[in-house]
């Protein structure tokens, strides 16, 4: 899916913690959870999902924050900046914060999830709304979707 090379720049707000991913996103997402809306301050967390090997630090060391359980969650150390997610159970896999991303414009939601949490003015934008996570069994659709809508912009 993801053959071409796509380099793309971010950073914390502070600009200690930098990185580079390399690929194009899997898919892009918001979520409404409480937790979300909590770790955000804000009505929802936009991310993209990159296989784990496209992401590479290049200054400063992100510090895990938020919950510290199986799911991690990194940030900036110093201006504490949400930067990316590693999911547990999915360690080939990283979901970076959009928004910490150069181009974060260009990274609109395609999916948004955990919509029974959702603020009832906060809205999206996204194609797919889902009362919780999506289905396992509907990733692969989802993601080549995804793939091809990406492929024809």
Known sequence: MNSIIQKTKGQCRCGRVE???A???LITMACHCTGCQ???????SLSSLFHSVA?????GEPVIGGL???TRH??????MS???TRPEGMSDFVNVRSTMLEDSQSYEPFIESYTEEKLEWAATGAKY???KFPPQESFPELLQEYAQKQSTT
Not at 38 to 44: D, E, G, L, Q
Not at 55 to 59: A, G, P, Q, R, V
Not at 74 to 79: G, K
């Open 19 to 21: 990185f580079e991913i």
């Open 23 to 25: 690929a194009k996103p």
């Open 38 to 44: 909590k770790m955000t301050s804000s009505a929802f």
């Open 55 to 59: 992401l590479s630090i290049t200054s």
């Open 68 to 70: 510290h359980g199986g």
């Open 74 to 79: 990194f940030f900036c150390d110093h201006c």
């Open 82 to 84: 949400w930067l990316f």
């Open 129 to 131: 709304s889902f009362c």
